[in-house]
Structure formats: structure tokens, C-alpha cells
């Protein structure tokens, strides 16, 4: 299983938080909910830029 999150799990989150934080009655634990769904969300882009980065970067060449 990769570790590295599919694009679309990642606005996937934003798009639940913003839906928990505007859907009725607003309640302390849907606030809850919506920052916990931003923190993995921004977690996700922060793991997607890791590994575009990763790839980008020239490999270590080991000596002869």
C-alpha cells in the first residue's frame, strides 16, 4: 500500500471540512471535526509536495 495520499483524498478532506463547518445546526464538534479534516488535508499536500520533490531530486550516486 502507498503512503503517498491520491490527489483527490486530499480535497477530498478540504471539501468534508468545509461541509461539516457550514452544514446545520452548527455544533462545537463539527468545528472540531472540520479543523481535524484541514489538518489531515493540509498534512496531504504537505506528503504530495514531499514526493514531487523527492522525484524531482537528482539520486544519490553511490562510489565506485
Known amino acids: 500500500m502507498s503512503k503517498i495520499p491520491h490527489p483527490f483524498q486530499v480535497v477530498a478532506f478540504f471539501l468534508l471540512a468545509v461541509n461539516f463547518a457550514l452544514w446545520q445546526p452548527f455544533v462545537w464538534w463539527r468545528a472540531g471535526a472540520a479543523v481535524l479534516m484541514l489538518g489531515f488535508g493540509c498534512y ?4 504530495l509536495r514531499r514526493d514531487k520533490r523527492r522525484e524531482s531530486s537528482p539520486e544519490p550516486r553511490e562510489p565506485d
Open 44 to 47: 496531504g499536500v504537505y506528503v
